[in-house]
């Protein structure tokens, strides 16, 4: 049932069943906020990592899935504050899989998503948009 509230961004109830139910919101491998994080709503990613330090959530599980589905799929808010968080304890590595998450938003045309990675190339997360002999150009193109 969280889920489902946090696949379709039902902030609210994902709240609600949280509080009243006593919901473990990092069952199923974090499966709420994977949920999340793979649709787009940003604001029940953000809910649901805030609730870490209870819980033990996890936004860089399964190897930074979050942010690649994320990427992938052209959700830029929910990129971009992904990578905000990267700063924080939760390890969210945006070049994880050798730079997939750039290369699966430019091979779905996701310009906003490839702008947000690309502000970050000269950062410390080594996202390199040609990695790969410039994979990430090529789906795009």
């Known amino acids: 049932m969280l889920g489902f509230a946090a696949e379709f ?3 609210n109830i994902v709240w609600d069943i949280i509080k009243n139910c006593q919901c473990d919101p990092a069952f199923g491998n ?3 906020i994977r949920l999340a994080a793979q649709r787009g709503h940003w604001g029940v990613v953000k809910y ?3 609730l870490d330090s ?5 936004p860089a599980a399964k190897d930074n899935l979050f942010i690649k589905w994320s990427a992938s799929k ?3 808010y929910t990129v971009k504050y992904l990578i905000e968080e990267e700063d924080s304890k ?3 590595h945006p070049a994880a899989r050798d ?3 750039i290369q699966s938003a430019a091979k779905e045309g996701h310009s906003a998503a490839v702008k947000c990675l ?3 190339v000269d950062s410390k997360y080594g996202i390199d948009p040609a990695a790969n002999d410039n994979f990430a150009i090529k789906l795009s193109a």
Request: glycine share 16%; charged share 20%.
């Open 9 to 11: 961004g039902y902030l």
């Open 30 to 32: 974090n499966c709420a």
């Open 48 to 50: 649901l990592m805030r």
């Open 54 to 58: 209870k819980y033990g959530i996890d």
């Open 74 to 76: 052209g959700h830029y």
């Open 90 to 92: 939760y390890g969210i």
């Open 99 to 101: 730079n997939f998450a």
């Open 118 to 120: 690309m502000e970050e």
